[in-house]
Nanobody
Framework: QVQLVESGGGLVQAGGSLRLSCAAS????????MHWFRQAPGKQRELLAT???????NYADPVKGRFAISRDNAKNTVYLQMNSLKPEDTAVYYC?????????WGQGTQVTVSS
């Protein structure tokens, strides 16, 4: 069983920054990749950023240049640094850990950006 605990969400003004954290614990086998998603009200969950086990990172166009994903493998933790936040970034943010055997979701953390 794998548990993912997210933190770092909150309320921020447009143009501000937040850093989200996602710490994984439990029976973690080989991690293939860690991802950040978000879901705004009435919208589908969308993939924002990916960090693979061999160090490759990818970003969705809406966040490219503003968000940065990073990992601390020793702590099984992934981060999402979010800069230049916009009201349209308001959503619940989720981390997702993918291993060889399965995938696991965090519980989500709310990010609200006021104009």
């Amino acid at each position: 069983q794998v548990q993912l605990v997210e933190s770092g969400g909150g309320l921020v003004q447009a143009g501000g920054s937040l850093r989200l954290s996602c710490a994984a614990s439990g029976s973690i086998s080989s991690i293939n990749a860690m991802h950040w998603f978000r879901q705004a009200p009435g919208k589908q969950r969308e993939l924002l950023a990916t960090s693979t086990s061999d160090g490759i990172t990818n970003y969705a166009d809406p966040v490219k240049g503003r968000f940065a994903i990073s990992r601390d493998n020793a702590k099984n933790t992934v981060y999402l640094q979010m800069n230049s936040l916009k009201p349209e970034d308001t959503a619940v943010y989720y981390c997702y850990l993918r291993t060889v055997a399965a995938g696991f979701w965090g519980q989500g953390t709310q990010v609200t950006v006021s104009s």
